[in-house]
């Protein structure tokens, strides 16, 4: 029977450093044990709730939201009659200045998703940690899974150091073209740079509103930078940045294309073309305008039925129920691609 | 509007705690049932947005409004639910959302304290 619901954002987390050390080597363990050094975490401001969580979300035994694979496959999956999903762990290795010990974590971090999520429930899919900070050993990550039917793509964070598209990245997003992997994009991480691109903001509310700045500096950057038209069959999914941003953005950008083209010949064609046929979408945080007919019309504008994955972000505050997100004016055909279809087709599920 | 067939349905004892307590009614009915000292309140638990249940958040004081860089302080007098999901807050005497309160509410029910017990007219 074909999937009824894929989830495409689900976050685990490592309990504490103690969870990963069996996934670290010996020079490693005792590097984290003599350290005391804690799971790195993007997080520059307090969150709403601890751990940015749902107050329910916190499993019997206290540990961090997310951490205990059992409780979250009964709160998430069993509770929504969910077929797969998938799981993106934020640990921000990346953020470490120390890349022999950051690829240490990145490969820790990918073994304990196989090992203590995917093997303990067939629905769990994981996405493969990298660190961007070095792209060729991301890389070689990605080939070390590419096998592996349980991992389905692979998973950056939108806040870099520097735009994606650039020519420093381009290891990691062969290396995912090639292994037939989407790279996920997810809301979150940071660089030595401020988060918006005028400094840093006070509050929490902004930096969680303005964070599509950084999803559309990525997205004009791939494009920009001829990553999409080296790579016709790399897939990019946007993941927690909303959408309804888009139209406006791919109007800008194409304007802009038919004008300055000349600066980039290697677009050769329409930016929202590229877009709409290489790069995806999860729905989580669903835009919610007063009148819902509104986020229909943006639907329309994006041009796509095919364009976006619905996605809950559980454990998160900000999670979106599967049965109460959409809202009801959606049509029933497009329903089920967002709820199910798109998602199948573009990871290759059920 | 009130159901005519509403009637004081005993909810729990008043050696509950302070805070926020989830009690079912024989019909299946969830209440968030609210207690600060001598005052209770009810709400219907499940939050009109997203269907979360409102028992698993927080009650606390509304922040009173006041300008950029003003001390920014807690009206006790006026507690608020704050939801465990998404966190809209909730006044605990009407139900109403405190950021749309037109159109988003969520419903309350009068609570009595008699024969050392705990009733909510629902
Ligand atoms: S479900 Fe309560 S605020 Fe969203």
Redesign the interface.
């Known amino acids: 029977m074909a999937l009824q619901l894929i989830d495409t954002d689900v976050h685990n987390y490592p309990a504490s450093m103690a969870t990963l050390t069996p996934y670290l080597s010996r020079h490693w363990q005792g590097y984290v044990e003599q350290s005391g050094m804690k799971t790195p975490a993007a997080s520059m401001y307090p969150k709403?709730?601890a751990a940015a969580a749902?107050?329910?979300a916190w499993p019997p035994n206290g540990n961090q939201p997310g951490s205990d694979p059992d409780f979250a496959r009964r709160q998430l999956l069993d509770e929504y009659d969910i077929d797969v999903a998938i799981l993106n762990p934020l640990v921000a290795a990346s953020s470490l200045h120390n890349h022999d010990l950051a690829n240490a974590l990145m490969r820790a971090v990918n073994e304990w998703t196989a090992h203590d999520w995917c093997a303990a429930d067939g629905r769990w899919r994981g996405s493969i940690a990298v660190n961007s900070r070095d792209p060729e050993a991301s890389a070689r990550e990605i080939e070390h899974w590419a096998q592996d039917g349980r991992f389905v793509q692979v998973l950056l964070l939108v806040r870099s150091h520097a735009p994606y598209g650039q020519r420093q990245f381009r290891p990691i997003f062969r290396a995912a073209a090639e292994a037939g992997l989407p790279v996920g994009i997810h809301f979150g991480g940071g660089g030595d740079v401020p988060i918006t691109a005028c400094g840093w903001p006070s509050y929490y509310i902004e930096d969680h509103t303005v964070m599509s700045q950084a999803f559309e500096t990525q997205l004009v950057s791939l494009v920009c930078e001829g990553v999409f038209s080296e790579l016709p069959d790399l897939r990019v999914v946007l993941i927690e940045g909303g959408f309804a941003w888009l139209p406006a953005l791919l109007w800008r950008l194409d304007k802009n294309w038919r004008g300055l083209r000349s600066e980039v010949p290697w677009l050769t064609e329409l930016p929202g073309d590229i877009v709409r046929r290489q790069v995806r979408a999860t729905t989580q945080p669903m835009e919610e305008p007063d009148n819902p007919e509104h986020l229909l019309q943006i639907l329309d504008m994006i041009h796509c039925d095919e364009f976006l994955m619905f996605s809950t972000d559980y454990p998160h505050?900000?999670?979106?129920?599967p049965?109460?997100?959409l809202p009801k004016q959606i049509p029933e055909v497009l329903r089920r691609r967002i709820l199910a279809d798109n998602a199948a087709q573009l990871y290759g599920l059920g | 509007m009130r159901r005519s067939s509403m009637a004081w349905v005993d909810v729990a004892a008043t050696s509950l705690a302070d805070g926020v307590h989830h009690v079912e009614l024989d019909d299946g009915r969830g209440i968030a049932l609210l207690r600060r000292g001598g005052q209770w309140w009810a709400l219907r638990d499940v939050c009109p947005h997203q269907g979360a249940r409102l028992s698993g958040g927080t009650m606390r004081g509304r922040v009173a409004p006041c300008l950029p860089g003003e001390e920014i302080s807690l009206n006790d007098e006026e507690p608020v639910l704050v939801c465990p999901w998404h966190g809209w807050e909730f006044d605990v005497v009407t139900g109403r959302s405190l950021a749309d309160p037109c159109r988003q509410r969520v419903r309350s029910y009068d609570v009595k304290v008699e024969a050392g017990r705990v009733w909510v007219q629902a």
């Open positions: 709403v709730f749902r107050r329910d505050w900000d999670f979106d129920a049965d109460r997100a």
